[in-house]
């Protein structure tokens, strides 16, 4: 059991606590935390005592509960159709029997029936969210269990191991690398799947993955608490090599302050401080987030700490990195990596991340970060001015090449414009020869957000995703709101209820000018990274990136976890409607719902074909996680992901400009593995030019005049492969 003061000597509370488990007769593993951790995770009670403190909902708070679910799915929820197809599923007579039984639950029985009624749906978007101080309280255990595999092809292993550790353990060789055999006495395997069955992940891949996160971090705005109060397991030591040894851990719940994540309603306040353009185009999985987030807590105390600077320095952080951007950048749009003094970012370890310092000497002993690199003693070429977001970067070293590395773990981000602007920044610091985007694990945020980044990766217009909203008089209402948020669906609904269609027409949430407002910035050949964990919003992420052809699409899954929709919660609904004639009520219990209101549909040569349930399916044979893999920063999987980008195609395109005074331009192009560079200006075509590998100079006489936008096409035989834009 967690031990709960800073102080060697405890409280009367704290061993009367102790007591109550059994902790104080030996038979728990105890934990000391570091005083900064203990900061983060706010206040730790047992299980037990957190239940105790509980409160109970009224009937009529329970009958408002049901009532507003009961419109929300059968009204609004889009995939409703969907689900009942695929699992069999009638959640509509389910909550009308519940209403009709409501007396006779008890407390935690009616959470139990709310949640699982929603969980058979397998839909992390729609949601029961439970009262305080559910909503509010994580139940964990002091260490984060991962998956890899022994064997090959068909015959792989699953083998659960210990990659993370919080605090220091009573039991010494409880410790990352052990092996669990046993949960509670069930074989590890047959644990997880039995966890899995309560989640709600889309396809048997997410649910999985779902099963194998909560076993020792549940939200429980989503999760109700353990049935019991402490867990047992069995393992062995990570060689194989020793006895197999029993440890028990007592559940505790961590009641973290609403900065840490903490506060059920944190999820939406963050929303809501975004753009008002932006507050309801949301995909995410808020289950999982809040779970990472709190892994992030209770592992990462460092990361926490650079969050916290980055977000003191509030407006000084984004400029700092435009200002470092533009000194990078001058004189041509795309850097090199091979020459001069630019700034680049530092070569990240096999084995560990190195310090920024001497990560910046091992790429070159002569040079210092530039003054503009630095921002209150960080090395920008080394730290993301978003550390919650861009976990990790840099060049990853291989026999196959030297190639760029970003860990992108969430969409959702506050400012849009500042992240994409991050991106940018960070893209021109790493190798131009090829580049590895790690998605794994981000479960989605702001739908632009995703979009507008594919851009930066491809020379091809992008095409957004379309929203379709489900065909009800009630969804009629909704966007007959004049000014309301579902207007441009107005029509759309009309027609749909004249011809019975099931749906409206789609219409993006982001315009194809938003979408293609940068252009590309990275040439490179781009390696997609994707698992069961990549939800909503990276789902339409990574369908963009496989629809738009950008890259190839590496899964350590056999599909993302397939949210296909625009996510509401409860209080969007009720602010839908005016309050006279509107069956959206405030909900005053402090439970609340997110539904999917506005399912996506892809593009491409997948035009039409929904992601819910379906997901994105990899390029190829699904990687399978390794040891070294779980324990040594991903290294099997990034050298294999090396070896896929040497046998994919490289280009190259930058150009300056100079404009003379009778209006035209003289432009100097260098090019790689391109045959044809075509010039825009403004959006026109004005002149063709075929390059062979080297430099080239030539003028662009007339139309250049009062031109503002240069853009450089590449083309290989007849095919797009390299863009480059500049300001005139």
């Given at each position: 059991?967690?031990?709960?003061?800073?102080?060697?000597?405890?409280?009367?509370?704290?061993?009367?606590?102790?007591?109550?488990?059994?902790?104080?007769?030996?038979?728990?593993?105890?934990?000391?935390?570091?005083?900064?951790?203990?900061?983060?995770?706010?206040?730790?009670?047992?299980?037990?005592?957190?239940?105790?403190?509980?409160?109970?909902?009224?009937?009529?708070?329970?009958?408002?509960?049901?009532?507003?679910?009961?419109?929300?799915?059968?009204?609004?929820?889009?995939?409703?159709?969907?689900?009942?197809?695929?699992?069999?599923?009638?959640?509509?007579?389910?909550?009308?029997?519940?209403?009709?039984?409501?007396?006779?639950?008890?407390?935690?029985?009616?959470?139990?029936?709310?949640?699982?009624?929603?969980?058979?749906?397998?839909?992390?978007?729609?949601?029961?969210?439970?009262?305080?101080?559910?909503?509010?309280?994580?139940?964990?255990?002091?260490?984060?269990?991962?998956?890899?595999?022994?064997?090959?092809?068909?015959?792989?292993?699953?083998?659960?191991?210990?990659?993370?550790?919080?605090?220091?353990?009573?039991?010494?060789?409880?410790?990352?690398?052990?092996?669990?055999?046993?949960?509670?006495?069930?074989?590890?395997?047959?644990?997880?799947?039995?966890?899995?069955?309560?989640?709600?992940?889309?396809?048997?891949?997410?649910?999985?993955?779902?099963?194998?996160?909560?076993?020792?971090?549940?939200?429980?705005?989503?999760?109700?608490?353990?049935?019991?109060?402490?867990?047992?397991?069995?393992?062995?030591?990570?060689?194989?090599?020793?006895?197999?040894?029993?440890?028990?851990?007592?559940?505790?719940?961590?009641?973290?302050?609403?900065?840490?994540?903490?506060?059920?309603?944190?999820?939406?306040?963050?929303?809501?401080?975004?753009?008002?353009?932006?507050?309801?185009?949301?995909?995410?999985?808020?289950?999982?987030?809040?779970?990472?987030?709190?892994?992030?807590?209770?592992?990462?105390?460092?990361?926490?700490?650079?969050?916290?600077?980055?977000?003191?320095?509030?407006?000084?952080?984004?400029?700092?990195?435009?200002?470092?951007?533009?000194?990078?950048?001058?004189?041509?749009?795309?850097?090199?990596?091979?020459?001069?003094?630019?700034?680049?970012?530092?070569?990240?370890?096999?084995?560990?991340?190195?310090?920024?310092?001497k990560a910046w000497r091992q790429i070159d002993r002569r040079s210092k970060p530039p003054a503009v690199a630095m921002l209150d003693g960080v090395d920008l070429t080394a730290h993301s001015i978003m550390p919650d977001v861009i976990k990790d970067f840099g060049a990853v070293a291989s026999p196959k090449g030297t190639f760029g590395y970003i860990r992108l773990v969430t969409f959702d981000v506050e400012d849009i414009d500042a992240f994409i602007g991050e991106f940018v920044r960070?893209?021109?610091?790493?190798?131009?020869?090829?580049?590895?985007?790690?998605?794994?694990?981000?479960?989605?945020?702001?739908?632009?957000?995703?979009?507008?980044?594919?851009?930066?990766?491809?020379?091809?217009?992008?095409?957004?995703?379309?929203?379709?909203?489900?065909?009800?008089?009630?969804?009629?209402?909704?966007?007959?709101?004049?000014?309301?948020?579902?207007?441009?669906?107005?029509?759309?609904?009309?027609?749909?209820?004249?011809?019975?269609?099931?749906?409206?027409?789609?219409?993006?949430?982001?315009?194809?000018?938003?979408?293609?407002?940068?252009?590309?910035?990275?040439?490179?050949?781009?390696?997609?990274?994707?698992?069961?964990?990549?939800?909503?919003?990276?789902?339409?992420?990574?369908?963009?990136?496989?629809?738009?052809?950008?890259?190839?699409?590496?899964?350590?899954?056999?599909?993302?976890?397939?949210?296909?929709?625009?996510?509401?919660?409860?209080?969007?609904?009720?602010?839908?409607?005016?309050?006279?004639?509107?069956?959206?009520?405030?909900?005053?219990?402090?439970?609340?719902?997110?539904?999917?209101?506005?399912?996506?549909?892809?593009?491409?040569?997948?035009?039409?074909?929904?992601?819910?349930?379906?997901?994105?399916?990899?390029?190829?044979?699904?990687?399978?996680?390794?040891?070294?893999?779980?324990?040594?920063?991903?290294?099997?999987?990034?050298?294999?992901?090396?070896?896929?980008?040497?046998?994919?195609?490289?280009?190259?395109?930058?150009?300056?400009?100079?404009?003379?005074?009778?209006?035209?331009?003289?432009?100097?192009?260098?090019?790689?593995?391109?045959?044809?560079?075509?010039?825009?200006?403004?959006?026109?075509?004005?002149?063709?030019?075929?390059?062979?590998?080297?430099?080239?100079?030539?003028?662009?006489?007339?139309?250049?005049?009062?031109?503002?936008?240069?853009?450089?096409?590449?083309?290989?035989?007849?095919?797009?492969?390299?863009?480059?834009?500049?300001?005139?």
């Open positions: 059991m967690a031990r709960l003061t800073r102080k060697a000597s405890r409280s009367k509370a704290a061993k009367r606590a102790e007591l109550a488990t059994g902790a104080g007769r030996g038979k728990f593993v105890k934990v000391r935390f570091s005083k900064q951790v203990l900061a983060n995770l706010g206040e730790i009670q047992t299980l037990p005592a957190f239940l105790r403190k509980a409160g109970k909902l009224t009937t009529q708070a329970r009958m408002t509960i049901v009532d507003q679910a009961l419109v929300m799915i059968d009204q609004t929820y889009v995939h409703l159709p969907l689900k009942r197809a695929m699992h069999a599923v009638d959640p509509v007579q389910r909550l009308r029997l519940v209403k009709q039984r409501l007396k006779t639950y008890s407390e935690r029985a009616f959470h139990s029936e709310m949640i699982s009624t929603f969980v058979r749906l397998r839909d992390l978007h729609t949601n029961y969210i439970l009262p305080q101080p559910y909503s509010n309280g994580i139940a964990f255990l002091p260490f984060h269990v991962e998956e890899y595999f022994e064997g090959a092809g068909s015959k792989d292993t699953p083998v659960f191991i210990v990659t993370e550790v919080s605090g220091r353990l009573s039991d010494p060789n409880f410790r990352p690398g052990v092996i669990i055999t046993h949960w509670n006495g069930i074989r590890m395997a047959t644990a997880v799947e039995i966890n899995a069955d309560r989640e709600a992940g889309s396809n048997l891949d997410a649910r999985h993955l779902q099963g194998l996160e909560t076993l020792t971090n549940r939200w429980m705005g989503m999760s109700l608490p353990p049935a019991e109060d402490w867990v047992v397991v069995n393992y062995v030591p990570g060689n194989g090599k020793g006895p197999s040894r029993e440890a028990r851990f007592a559940w505790q719940v961590s009641l973290p302050p609403p900065e840490n994540g903490g506060d059920g309603s944190s999820l939406g306040a963050v929303r809501h401080s975004a753009r008002r353009a932006n507050r309801a185009r949301v995909g995410l999985d808020a289950k999982g987030e809040m779970q990472r987030r709190f892994r992030k807590l209770l592992f990462a105390p460092k990361a926490v700490s650079s969050q916290r600077k980055m977000d003191d320095l509030g407006a000084r952080a984004p400029k700092a990195s435009r200002a470092f951007y533009e000194e990078m950048t001058k004189g041509t749009w795309t850097v090199s990596q091979s020459g001069g003094d630019r700034p680049r970012a530092p070569v990240l370890g096999a084995a560990r991340r190195q310090p920024a310092s960070i893209l021109t610091l790493l190798p131009q020869q090829g580049l590895i985007l790690d998605v794994r694990g981000n479960g989605g945020g702001y739908i632009e957000a995703g979009e507008r980044l594919l851009q930066t990766l491809t020379p091809k217009e992008i095409e957004p995703e379309r929203f379709h909203l489900i065909n009800t008089p009630l969804t009629l209402r909704m966007c007959e709101q004049e000014d309301g948020e579902l207007i441009e669906w107005k029509a759309s609904a009309e027609e749909s209820v004249e011809i019975g269609a099931a749906f409206t027409q789609g219409f993006p949430l982001t315009s194809r000018e938003a979408c293609n407002d940068i252009g590309q910035i990275y040439q490179g050949p781009v390696v997609l990274v994707i698992d069961a964990g990549c939800y909503s919003t990276t789902d339409m992420f990574a369908a963009g990136f496989q629809d738009h052809e950008i890259g190839d699409v590496l899964g350590t899954s056999g599909h993302t976890g397939a949210g296909g929709a625009n996510v509401w919660e409860h209080a969007d609904l009720v602010r839908t409607l005016p309050r006279k004639n509107s069956p959206f009520v405030a909900i005053r219990s402090g439970a609340s719902f997110r539904v999917a209101l506005r399912r996506s549909t892809r593009v491409g040569l997948r035009s039409g074909e929904p992601l819910e349930d379906l997901g994105v399916v990899p390029d190829g044979a699904v990687y399978r996680m390794t040891r070294n893999d779980v324990l040594n920063h991903n290294a099997d999987m990034i050298a294999h992901a090396c070896g896929r980008l040497a046998k994919m195609p490289r280009q190259r395109l930058t150009v300056t400009a100079t404009k003379r005074h009778d209006g035209s331009l003289k432009l100097a192009v260098a090019t790689d593995n391109v045959h044809r560079v075509d010039i825009v200006l403004d959006g026109r075509p004005v002149h063709t030019v075929d390059v062979k590998i080297g430099s080239a100079s030539f003028d662009v006489a007339g139309p250049a005049a009062g031109a503002s936008n240069l853009e450089c096409r590449g083309f290989r035989e007849d095919t797009l492969v390299a863009s480059t834009r500049l300001k005139l």
